[in-house]
């Protein structure tokens, strides 16, 4: 059995009796459904114990895809695909799937992995400026001084006459 949410969260309706490959054939890639196929045969075998299988899981998280009425994929959102094998009387006897839509978390996890690469940037651009050796530094520092000065005495004198085109030709 399943649940109505799961219709909406992959636009799927009458899943009764549907292979789980078959859903998600055509919304997420070969190489993917071939992982998967590989998969659901090791979630059947009972002498695997959970936490390997937990590890191989490749639907854990996927990138599900939504087709037009063309059959073009459209749109996409991420979905993660959790198994959970019951044992009754140490044999295999049910085995559960929880789908959840995982989109808004991987938006977020993109968006804080943006900032840490903008501050990993920033960092180093201040560490490059902070190496700079100071000979040039103060050099530098001493040219735009000039200018600043050059700049201000320039405009002092030209008050009277307000002409700042002459200003201007003279800071170049």
Same mark, same amino acid.
């Given at each position: 059995?399943?649940?109505?949410?799961?219709?909406?969260?992959?636009?799927?309706?009458?899943?009764?009796?549907?292979?789980?490959?078959? *859903?998600?054939?055509?919304?997420?890639?070969?190489?993917?459904?071939?992982?998967?196929?590989?998969? @659901?045969?090791?979630?059947?075998?009972?002498? !695997?114990?959970?936490?390997?299988?937990? $590890? !191989?899981?490749? @639907?854990?998280? *996927?990138?599900?895809?939504?087709?037009?009425?063309?059959? @073009?994929? %459209?749109?996409?959102?991420?979905?993660?695909?959790?198994?959970?094998?019951?044992?009754?009387?140490?044999?295999?006897?049910?085995?559960?799937?929880?789908?959840?839509?995982? %989109?808004?978390?991987?938006?977020?996890?993109?968006?804080?992995?943006?900032?840490? $690469? +903008?501050?990993?940037?920033?960092?180093?651009?201040?560490?490059? *400026?902070?190496?700079?050796?100071?000979?040039?530094?103060?050099?530098?520092?001493?040219? *735009?001084?000039?200018?600043?000065?050059?700049?201000?005495?320039?405009?002092? +004198?030209?008050?009277? %006459?307000?002409?700042?085109?002459?200003?201007?030709?003279?800071?170049?």
């Amino acid at each position: 059995g399943y649940t109505s949410v799961l219709e909406e969260i992959i636009d799927v309706t009458d899943l009764a009796g549907k292979n789980v490959l078959d *859903i998600l054939k055509n919304r997420i890639t070969e190489e993917t459904i071939k992982s998967a196929t590989d998969y @659901l045969t090791f979630l059947f075998r009972e002498d !695997l114990d959970e936490e390997t299988i937990f $590890e !191989l899981n490749p @639907l854990s998280k *996927i990138e599900f895809h939504f087709q037009n009425k063309l059959g @073009l994929w %459209s749109t996409s959102k991420y979905l993660s695909f959790k198994f959970k094998r019951i044992f009754y009387k140490e044999r295999l006897a049910l085995v559960l799937c929880i789908v959840e839509d995982i %989109s808004e978390n991987i938006k977020l996890d993109n968006q804080l992995e943006k900032a840490h $690469e +903008n501050n990993r940037n920033q960092m180093e651009w201040m560490m490059n *400026i902070l190496h700079i050796q100071p000979d040039l530094m103060r050099e530098f520092l001493n040219v *735009i001084d000039f200018k600043l000065n050059k700049m201000e005495n320039l405009l002092k +004198n030209s008050m009277e %006459s307000a002409d700042y085109t002459v200003v201007a030709r003279e800071m170049d």
